[in-house]
Structures are given as C-alpha cells and as structure tokens.
C-alpha cells in the first residue's frame, strides 16, 4: 500500500510543456539546465489514487528552497505524506490552496532554479518522506503530528473520506475526538460523534399506536426521534446518518455521446404509444421445439427471430411504418428493405445493429444474423455496416425483465417497439375457464406526424396474429 508515495514528480521542462512521464515509485529523471523554471507533478502513485488533499504547504511562493527542505504535506486516502524537495532554488508558484484536491499528474509547485543547481536530482534524495501509511496503522511527520483530540486547534489529522463524511453532515472536525494514532480521526471517530450528537439524543419515540394485533413495536432509537410541530404535535423525524460518498461528474463519451444526440432529435418527434397483449404459448412451444435443430446446425435460436420474421410480414401490408420522413418533413420515404434495428444491451452500452432485408430471410437466416450480431456486439466489434442504414427497431427489453416500456424513436426511422418479458399468466379460455398462458406485451411508438393510431393497431394486430399462430406465417413467406 502506498498512497502518494513518490508524489514528485521531477518535470524539468518549461512550465507551459508539462508532460508527465512519471511511473509509480519512479521519477521522471529529465535534467534541466539550471535558471530553469521546473515544475513539480503529482505523479501517478497507483492503487486507483487519482487525487490527494494538500493538508499544509510548508512554503510560500517567493520562498527560497534548499534540497531535501520540507514543501509540503498531502494525505490520500491510504497515505499521510511529506513531500520534500530535491533542488535548490525558489517557489515561483504554488498550485493548490489547503484542502484542494491535488490531481494526480498536474504540478504541484514551479521551482526556478539556482544558477548554480545541478537538475539532475541527487539520488540520494529522491524518496519523499512518508510520514505515515495507512490511516489504522499511520505515522505523522513531525509538522503534522499535531493532536487532533477534541478542541485541539492543530491540523487534524484524518482521510479525505472522512473529511467528506464530516462536511456533508456539518462536523467540525477539531471537535471530534480522535483514537486513531496520534490522534488521527477515524471514520468511527465520526459516526460515534454523530450518534452522540444532540439530534441524536433527543428522546426515541416513547408511543406506540396500539393495534388489533396488539401495540406496536418501537422505532429504534437510533432510526428516529421526535420533535415538536409547529401545531405543537409531535412528529418522528429521522436521524440524521453519516453519509459515505460524494457526487461524481462522469464525462459523456462513446456511444452514450452518441444517445445525447440520438435522443435528443427523437424528442422534436410528437410520438404516440400504443400496447398490447400477445399470448405467445404457440411460439413458445415452436420455438422449444425448433431449437435443438437449430443448434445442432450451430445456432441459437430465441424468440426473436419469429418475432422479427413476424413483423416483417406485417410491414408488408403496411408499408408506412418502415419509411422515413426528410428533413423538412416534406416527403415520406418508403423503405424497399426491412433492415430490422435490434436494440442490443452490450458491455459497451446500447448499440442498435440491423439485420439487413428481413422480407428475404428465413426464421434460420435471421437466427444466424442475429447470433452474428450479438457476438460482434459482445466483442465490441460491430461496424458500420451493422450500425447503420436501419429501417425499423426492436427493442427487447423482456430479456433483462420488465412489462411495458416507452420506447423512443431512432430518428429517421418512424417506428420502434418494445417487448416485455414473457410471462405465465392466468387468462380466460373460450369456455370462461382460467388457464396458465405465456402474455408477452408489446409496446409501439410511432411518428405521429405521419402514422396514426388506427394504421399503428392495424399493424399491431396483423404481427400478433403471426405470433400468436405462428403457422400462419408460412402462408406469406417467400
Ligand atoms: N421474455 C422472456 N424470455 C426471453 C425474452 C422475453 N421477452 N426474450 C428473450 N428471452 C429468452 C431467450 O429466449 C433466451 O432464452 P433461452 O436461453 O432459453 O433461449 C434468453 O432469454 C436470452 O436471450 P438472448 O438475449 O440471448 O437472445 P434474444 O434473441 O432474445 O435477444 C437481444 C437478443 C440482443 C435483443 C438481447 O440480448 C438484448 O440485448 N436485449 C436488451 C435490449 C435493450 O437493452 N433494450 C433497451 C433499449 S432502450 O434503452
């Protein structure tokens, strides 16, 4: 474990080109010329550390700096650390105030050099001087061994974690009582002094409404106490709990970058939502019994190609549903292929490959394109021909679970559907009695600028009854 250790970072070129070459417990070994400005960097010290607090600068800017002379102390959240120098020279500038967070691979101070310094570092001084290691086992240099026992106005020794914790709940640090080493405050330390804080205190809720099945149990004092309304009754308030964690800014990239723009131009599209019931204990059955022939032939056959198969069938009675519309909304395009979009949950997010003239390919075809597809999603290898050129998306979203959805169209396409998990359910046979059925729910949204509702039902219930009687499609495949 070594928290900042090796935190400088020797960079010896001009402050405006600051590279970071440096590796965990090594350090960048450029040589500057002397009269040179060199800059310091927080160097990358490993074990996912990718910022350390500035606890205490030992410096200020226009001081002078001898080598091996204390600069300053930073603390991550493994490690309490001394940084000391390793030139002669003077601080120019000190990059970050007490309590920033110095990110790793950035400068932490700018030294001009004396004229007289050699910039190669002596050898001999290169280690910085942990002061401690761990916050259960730490050691504080001499400059921040100061108690940080309760009232004590010295630094206070403890991780930025529990920093966090005692800020977002309003602790002042130097009250808490510290039984780490030399006084450290522990994550403990803090939770004790909140539960012993005066909210906490306050009296548990004495009362318990009595029910029919007898009174009931209290509210452990530690959950709740009461406090007095402004009405004048009382009220269970819950107490206040120390929270572990802070918000995170994420940058938006790749394929989610991707979705922004997607979605965002979906969203100028009046969509309308449609649903239904499809009983599916046909399929499912064809399905169980066409699988293991199409596994021995190497491919593995799920409800999606019949589905897909089936919605191709439909198109072709209602052909509006796989057009696109231009950019002005002046023309409807009539799409001459079925290139059925399937919404695919990859390990690098959503991804909407194709499967190109579904109106031409087998129930088998579209198994083998399929499987093809998701393996190449998998392996994050699908390329633009797979990615583009849709004309018509699927989501299956029944495989991760789910019922209902309200899918968003894939701009220029006009419509996109949703399948909820395959479910036994009790339903009424012909005869008024309750039977197990396998219920499948579907969920369209169409363009409403140039599909209406009744040609979206039409449409809904024509690819039902294909699934729903899946022999039927045999009648109108080609
Ligand atoms: N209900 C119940 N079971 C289902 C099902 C459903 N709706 N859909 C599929 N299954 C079953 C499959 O039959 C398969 O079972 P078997 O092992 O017995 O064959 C199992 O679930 C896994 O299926 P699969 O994922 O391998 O294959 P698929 O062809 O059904 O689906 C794909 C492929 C790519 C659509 C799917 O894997 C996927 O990624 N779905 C998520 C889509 C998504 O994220 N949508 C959200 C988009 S909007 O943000």
Same mark, same amino acid.
């Given at each position: 474990?070594?928290?900042?250790? /090796?935190?400088?970072?020797?960079?010896?070129?001009?402050?405006?080109? @600051? =590279?970071?070459?440096?590796?965990?417990?090594?350090?960048?070994?450029?040589?500057?010329?002397?009269?040179?400005?060199?800059?310091?960097?927080?160097?990358?010290?490993?074990?996912?550390?990718?910022?350390?607090?500035?606890?205490?600068?030992?410096?200020?800017?226009?001081?002078?700096?001898?080598?091996? $002379?204390?600069?300053?102390? +930073?603390?991550?959240?493994?490690?309490?650390?001394?940084?000391?120098?390793?030139?002669?020279?003077?601080?120019?500038?000190?990059?970050y105030a007490v309590g920033d967070l110095a990110k790793v691979h950035t400068p932490l101070v700018d030294i001009l050099l004396d004229a007289s310094e050699s910039a190669a570092p002596a050898a001999a001084a290169a280690a910085p001087s942990p002061s401690s290691?761990?916050?259960?086992?730490?050691?504080?240099?001499?400059?921040?061994?100061? %108690?940080?026992?309760?009232?004590?106005?010295?630094?206070?020794?403890? @991780?930025?974690?529990?920093?966090?914790?005692a800020k977002e709940n309003s602790i002042d640090l130097s009250k808490v009582a510290g039984t780490g080493r030399d006084g450290r405050v522990l994550k403990e330390d803090v939770l004790a002094y909140l539960e012993g804080s005066p909210l906490a205190h306050q009296?548990?809720?004495?009362?318990? +409404?009595?029910?029919?099945?007898?009174?009931?149990?209290?509210?452990?004092?530690?959950?709740?106490?009461?406090? @007095?309304?402004?009405?004048?009754?009382?009220?269970?308030?819950?107490?206040?709990?120390?929270?572990?964690?802070?918000?995170?800014?994420?940058?938006?990239?790749?394929? $989610?970058?991707?979705?922004? !723009?997607?979605?965002?131009?979906?969203?100028?599209?009046?969509?309308?939502?449609?649903?239904?019931?499809?009983?599916?204990?046909?399929?499912?059955?064809?399905?169980?019994?066409?699988?293991?022939?199409?596994?021995?032939?190497?491919?593995?056959?799920?409800?999606?190609?019949?589905?897909?198969?089936?919605?191709?069938?439909?198109?072709?009675?209602?052909?509006?549903?796989?057009?696109?519309? &231009?950019?002005?909304?002046?023309?409807?395009?009539?799409?001459?292929?079925?290139?059925?979009?399937?919404?695919?949950?990859?390990?690098?997010?959503?991804?909407?490959? &194709?499967?190109? #003239?579904?109106?031409?390919? *087998?129930?088998?075809?579209?198994?083998?394109?399929?499987?093809?597809?998701?393996?190449?999603?998998?392996?994050?290898?699908? /390329?633009?021909?797979?990615?583009?050129? /849709?004309?018509?998306?699927?989501?299956?979203?029944?495989?991760?679970? /789910? *019922?209902?959805?309200?899918?968003?169209?894939?701009?220029?396409?006009?419509? =996109?559907?949703?399948?909820? !998990?395959?479910?036994?359910?009790?339903?009424?046979?012909?005869?008024?009695?309750?039977?197990?059925?396998?219920?499948?729910?579907? %969920?369209?949204?169409? #363009?409403?600028?140039?599909?209406?509702?009744? @040609?979206?039902?039409?449409?809904?219930?024509?690819?039902? &009854?294909? +699934?729903?009687?899946?022999?039927?499609?045999?009648?109108?495949? $080609?």
């Amino acid at each position: 474990m070594t928290g900042c250790r /090796g935190v400088l970072a020797k960079e010896t070129i001009p402050l405006s080109a @600051t =590279i970071s070459t440096a590796r965990r417990g090594f350090h960048a070994t450029r040589v500057a010329s002397s009269g040179q400005t060199i800059q310091f960097n927080l160097a990358d010290v490993g074990e996912g550390i990718t910022e350390c607090e500035v606890l205490k600068w030992h410096v200020k800017e226009g001081d002078r700096i001898e080598e091996f $002379q204390p600069i300053a102390e +930073l603390q991550s959240d493994k490690a309490n650390v001394e940084v000391t120098s390793r030139y002669t020279g003077k601080i120019t500038k000190i990059h970050y105030a007490v309590g920033d967070l110095a990110k790793v691979h950035t400068p932490l101070v700018d030294i001009l050099l004396d004229a007289s310094e050699s910039a190669a570092p002596a050898a001999a001084a290169a280690a910085p001087s942990p002061s401690s290691s761990s916050s259960s086992s730490s050691q504080s240099s001499p400059s921040s061994s100061s %108690s940080s026992s309760s009232g004590h106005s010295g630094p206070v020794l403890t @991780t930025p974690a529990v920093r966090r914790i005692a800020k977002e709940n309003s602790i002042d640090l130097s009250k808490v009582a510290g039984t780490g080493r030399d006084g450290r405050v522990l994550k403990e330390d803090v939770l004790a002094y909140l539960e012993g804080s005066p909210l906490a205190h306050q009296a548990p809720p004495q009362f318990a +409404l009595p029910t029919a099945a007898g009174a009931v149990p209290p509210l452990p004092p530690s959950v709740t106490t009461t406090t @007095t309304t402004e009405a004048g009754g009382l009220a269970h308030v819950v107490a206040r709990k120390a929270v572990v964690g802070a918000d995170r800014e994420v940058e938006i990239r790749g394929l $989610q970058r991707a979705m922004v !723009k997607t979605m965002t131009a979906a969203n100028q599209i009046p969509h309308f939502g449609y649903s239904d019931e499809i009983v599916v204990d046909q399929m499912v059955a064809l399905r169980d019994e066409l699988k293991p022939i199409a596994e021995a032939r190497g491919v593995k056959l799920s409800y999606m190609p019949f589905i897909l198969k089936a919605i191709s069938l439909a198109l072709k009675s209602y052909p509006v549903l796989n057009s696109s519309v &231009n950019a002005d909304v002046s023309k409807i395009i009539y799409k001459a292929s079925h290139n059925l979009g399937v919404a695919m949950d990859t390990p690098q997010g959503l991804i909407v490959p &194709n499967i190109k #003239d579904v109106q031409v390919l *087998t129930i088998f075809e579209i198994a083998q394109e399929l499987n093809r597809l998701q393996r190449l999603g998998k392996e994050g290898r699908l /390329g633009k021909e797979d990615l583009t050129g /849709g004309t018509f998306t699927l989501s299956n979203i029944g495989v991760i679970g /789910g *019922t209902y959805a309200k899918p968003v169209l894939m701009p220029p396409e006009v419509t =996109i559907g949703a399948l909820g !998990k395959i479910q036994k359910l009790p339903r009424f046979d012909e005869r008024g009695n309750v039977v197990p059925t396998h219920i499948m729910i579907a %969920s369209w949204s169409a #363009d409403h600028r140039v599909i209406d509702g009744a @040609t979206m039902a039409n449409f809904s219930n024509l690819w039902k &009854n294909y +699934l729903e009687n899946p022999k039927a499609m045999l009648m109108d495949m $080609q």
